[in-house]
């Protein structure tokens, strides 16, 4: 594995970007404590916080560990600290003042904190910093499309992978592990980041004929045969068996950076009915793209989705059985594995050269099977162009 650093450049030009948002919004000063956040403006993860001036240096403050923090990160100002209650004292010293309004995580910050932040800073306003992160991580510069291209190498290879070794008589779960284990070896890191407090981050959804059939779909499947009702997800106890369709959706994440995929496999064949879904699933997907440009809104993808699920009729099955269908047929990808903007319906963000997605059109038969697909794709300023590498096929193994 190589030596990873997010260069000083990157740090620069993402703490300039917030700024200017700051600014736009009389805010005064953004205290960031996720972790995910604090990688991006900082460079390290090393448990702390970064407080960001609107304008001026950031000031990033460690409670450990402060010799790899100061190795990661390029900032300027770096210093170690006992206890939260230092840094009101800090952040004057260091920036001249304590601010009069201060952006705070509110998505992702427990109530608890924010209290106690109140009574350390007792005479500060605070704001909800969360829109203006997402929308600076929002737009990929060309060094992070290059680390997911990476992650999408990986995937590409896990992928090849299943290939070469999926056969009846393997369980679901045990088959996940299997694959698990060979994308750890190739340099996944394992834990996906989820920013969305009751969404729990793991690698695999593994659905096999009438496991894919009972899901709640997407990103939050309620899996087949031997699921506890303690995680009712991803995969089961199922037997893996030929002739039935399998749908795998994998997610890996290298270096910060996630890629998240689907396709379809079968062992010796599929059933006709399933392989004609899996092509129009694939027959959406490549339209949606063709559709990609700059200035076209979310919400128009969305509903050119459902038109070509409509006029290849799949309307009934597309994104969930009747009464249960989700609203989404894409979101947006990077650090984390659900970022903002969403390919949904009536959303009016407008894609942006730099904005990286998953965009995942899938189909539930209800009592039978699923089939769909999920591939990585960047706005650019031609069109919508592919990250993933794995081929956008049916798998018959």
Same mark, same amino acid.
């Given at each position: 594995?190589?030596?990873?650093?997010?260069?000083?450049?990157? +740090?620069?030009?993402?703490?300039?970007?917030?700024?200017?948002?700051?600014?736009?919004?009389?805010?005064?000063?953004? $205290?960031?404590?996720?972790?995910?956040?604090?990688?991006?403006?900082?460079?390290?993860?090393?448990?702390?916080?970064?407080?960001?001036?609107?304008?001026? %240096?950031?000031?990033?403050?460690?409670?450990?560990?402060?010799?790899?923090?100061?190795?990661?990160?390029?900032?300027?100002?770096?210093?170690?600290?006992?206890?939260?209650?230092?840094?009101?004292?800090?952040?004057?010293?260091?920036?001249?003042?304590?601010?009069?309004?201060?952006?705070?995580?509110?998505?992702?910050?427990?109530?608890?904190?924010?209290?106690?932040?109140?009574?350390?800073?007792?005479?500060?306003?605070?704001?909800?910093?969360?829109?203006?992160?997402?929308?600076?991580?929002?737009?990929?510069?060309?060094? %992070?499309?290059?680390?997911?291209?990476?992650?999408?190498?990986?995937?590409?290879?896990?992928?090849?992978?299943?290939?070469?070794?999926?056969?009846?008589?393997?369980?679901?779960?045990?088959?996940?592990?299997?694959?698990?284990?060979?994308?750890?070896?190739?340099?996944?890191?394992?834990?996906?980041?989820?920013?969305?407090?009751?969404?729990?981050?793991?690698?695999?959804?593994?659905?096999?004929?009438?496991?894919?059939?009972?899901?709640?779909?997407?990103?939050?499947?309620?899996?087949?045969?031997?699921?506890?009702?303690?995680?009712?997800?991803?995969?089961?106890?199922?037997?893996?068996?030929?002739?039935?369709?399998?749908?795998?959706?994998?997610?890996?994440?290298?270096?910060?950076?996630?890629?998240?995929?689907?396709?379809?496999?079968?062992?010796?064949?599929?059933?006709?009915?399933?392989?004609?879904?899996?092509?129009?699933?694939?027959? +959406?997907?490549?339209?949606?793209?063709?559709?990609?440009?700059?200035?076209?809104?979310?919400?128009?993808?969305?509903?050119?989705?459902?038109?070509?699920?409509?006029?290849?009729?799949?309307?009934?099955?597309?994104?969930?059985?009747?009464?249960?269908?989700?609203?989404?047929?894409?979101?947006?990808?990077?650090?984390?594995?659900?970022?903002?903007?969403?390919?949904?319906?009536?959303?009016?963000?407008?894609?942006?050269?730099?904005?990286?997605?998953?965009?995942?059109?899938?189909?539930?038969?209800?009592?039978?099977?699923?089939?769909?697909?999920?591939?990585? $794709?960047?706005?650019?300023?031609?069109?919508?162009?592919?990250?993933?590498?794995?081929p956008a096929e049916i798998f018959i193994c």
């Open positions: 594995m190589e030596e990873f650093k997010v260069p000083e450049s990157e +740090i620069i030009a993402r703490r300039k970007a917030i700024q200017k948002e700051m600014q736009a919004n009389n805010i005064d000063g953004t $205290f960031i404590s996720q972790r995910v956040d604090q990688f991006y403006f900082t460079g390290t993860a090393q448990n702390g916080y970064v407080y960001i001036p609107a304008e001026g %240096e950031p000031l990033l403050l460690i409670k450990k560990y402060m010799p790899r923090a100061m190795v990661e990160s390029p900032l300027r100002q770096i210093v170690e600290i006992g206890s939260i209650k230092e840094v009101p004292g800090l952040i004057t010293d260091y920036c001249g003042k304590l601010p009069g309004k201060m952006g705070l995580e509110f998505d992702v910050l427990p109530v608890k904190q924010f209290n106690f932040y109140r009574t350390i800073f007792p005479a500060v306003t605070f704001v909800d910093a969360s829109a203006y992160i997402l929308k600076t991580r929002m737009i990929k510069s060309t060094w %992070e499309i290059e680390q997911m291209e990476k992650t999408a190498e990986l995937s590409r290879a896990t992928f090849a992978y299943i290939r070469e070794i999926i056969q009846p008589g393997f369980t679901e779960m045990e088959f996940s592990g299997i694959i698990d284990t060979f994308s750890r070896k190739h340099g996944h890191g394992a834990q996906l980041r989820i920013r969305d407090y009751q969404t729990e981050g793991y690698t695999w959804h593994i659905l096999s004929g009438k496991s894919g059939g009972i899901v709640g779909l997407l990103d939050s499947p309620a899996s087949g045969e031997g699921t506890s009702a303690a995680f009712p997800c991803g995969a089961g106890n199922k037997l893996l068996a030929a002739d039935e369709p399998i749908m795998i959706d994998f997610s890996a994440v290298m270096n910060g950076y996630h890629m998240d995929e689907t396709r379809m496999f079968a062992i010796g064949s599929m059933p006709d009915k399933a392989l004609k879904a899996c092509r129009a699933a694939i027959e +959406i997907h490549d339209s949606v793209l063709k559709k990609v440009k700059p200035g076209v809104t979310t919400g128009e993808l969305f509903l050119h989705a459902e038109f070509m699920a409509e006029s290849l009729g799949y309307a009934e099955y597309f994104l969930g059985p009747p009464g249960y269908k989700v609203s989404f047929t894409g979101h947006g990808v990077g650090l984390e594995l659900v970022e903002p903007p969403f390919i949904a319906k009536g959303k009016k963000d407008l894609l942006e050269t730099g904005m990286v997605f998953a965009l995942e059109p899938k189909m539930v038969f209800e009592g039978e099977f699923s089939a769909g697909i999920e591939s990585v $794709f960047v706005v650019t300023e031609k069109g919508g162009r592919l990250l993933s590498k794995v």
